[in-house]
T-cell receptor
Framework: GAGVSQSPSNKVTEKGKDVELRCDPI?????LYWYRQSLGQGLEFLIY????????KSGLPSDRFSAERTGGSVSTLTIQRTQQEDSAVYLC?????????????FGPGTRLTVT | EDKVVQSPLSLVVHEGDTVTLNCSYE??????LLWYKQEKKAPTFLFML????IEKKSGRLSSILDKKELFSILNITATQTGDSAIYLC?????????FGTGTSLTVIP
C-alpha cells in the first residue's frame, strides 16, 4: 500500500517568507508526527497528533511554527517568517495508533533551505 | 531529562566485517526501543524491541535489548557496501519518541 508522502521534496525560500509543508500519512493511521533533522543531528520532535485529541506541541521551537491536521488525515506544518536556522529536513511519520509500543513509518522528508 | 545516546558516532569497516552499534537510553515510561536505517532522507524501520534478552533477527542484522542496564545493540554481520547508512535508535515512551544522533556506518569494498 501507499506509504507516507510529503510535499514538496525540496523548498528554497528567502528569509522572512512563510512556508507550508504537507504530509499525507498512511491511510488509517491515527498518529502523526513531525520531526526536524538538521545536518549531522538526530531527529528533533516537533509535534504529535493522535486522532481527535489536542496535539502535543511541546517540541515546537518557537511560535513561528504551527501545524494542523485536517479530518484526522493530512497535516500541514507552517513556518512563518522563516530564519536561516530553520534550514533542515522536515520528516513526517505516522503510526497505526498512539500510546505505544508501536512502529513509526516515515515519509521521504522535505528539505527546507532558507537563504 | 529524557535522552538517547548512540555510539560510536561513526564507523568505517571493510566488507565482510562484523559491527556492533550501541544505544543507551534514559527515559521515563519506557515502552520500546526502535532501530532505523537512514540512507537518504527517510529512516526505514528495522526492529522494535520491548522485552529484555530476546534477540530479534532479520538476515544479517540482529538486535537485543537490556532493560536493566538500559541499552540495546544492533549487530550487522558480513557487512556489505549497501549497509552504509546512518543507524538511528529511538526510545518510545508512549506518545513520544526520543532519537539518538545516530551512528554513521561506512562499508568499504
Amino acid at each position: 500500500g501507499a506509504g507516507v508522502s510529503q510535499s514538496p521534496s525540496n523548498k528554497v525560500t528567502e528569509k522572512g517568507k512563510d512556508v507550508e509543508l504537507r504530509c499525507d500519512p498512511i491511510s488509517g493511521h491515527t498518529a502523526l508526527y513531525w520531526y526536524r533533522q538538521s545536518l549531522g543531528q538526530g531527529l528533533e520532535f516537533l509535534i504529535y497528533f493522535q486522532g481527535n485529541s489536542a496535539p502535543d506541541k511541546s517540541g515546537l521551537p518557537s511560535d513561528r511554527f504551527s501545524a494542523e491536521r485536517t479530518g484526522g488525515s493530512v497535516s500541514t506544518l507552517t513556518i512563518q517568517r522563516t530564519q536561516q536556522e530553520d534550514s533542515a529536513v522536515y520528516l513526517c511519520a505516522s503510526s497505526p495508533r498512539g500510546g505505544g509500543p508501536y512502529e513509526q513509518y516515515f515519509g521521504p522528508g522535505t528539505r527546507l533551505t532558507v537563504t | 531529562e529524557d535522552k538517547v545516546v548512540q555510539s560510536p558516532l561513526s564507523l568505517v569497516v571493510h566488507e565482510g566485517d562484523t559491527v556492533t552499534l550501541n544505544c543507551s537510553y534514559e527515559v521515563t515510561n519506557f515502552r520500546s526501543l526502535l532501530w532505523y536505517k537512514q540512507e537518504k532522507k527517510a529512516p526505514t524501520f528495522l526492529f522494535m524491541l520491548t522485552s529484555s534478552g530476546i534477540e530479534k533477527k532479520s538476515g544479517r542484522l540482529s538486535s537485543i535489548l537490556d532493560k536493566k542496564e538500559l541499552f540495546s545493540i544492533l549487530n550487522i554481520t558480513a557487512t556489505q557496501t549497501g549497509d552504509s547508512a546512518i543507524y538511528l535508535c529511538a526510545a518510545n515512551t508512549g506518545n513520544q519518541f526520543y532519537f539518538g544522533t545516530g551512528t554513521s556506518l561506512t562499508v568499504i569494498p
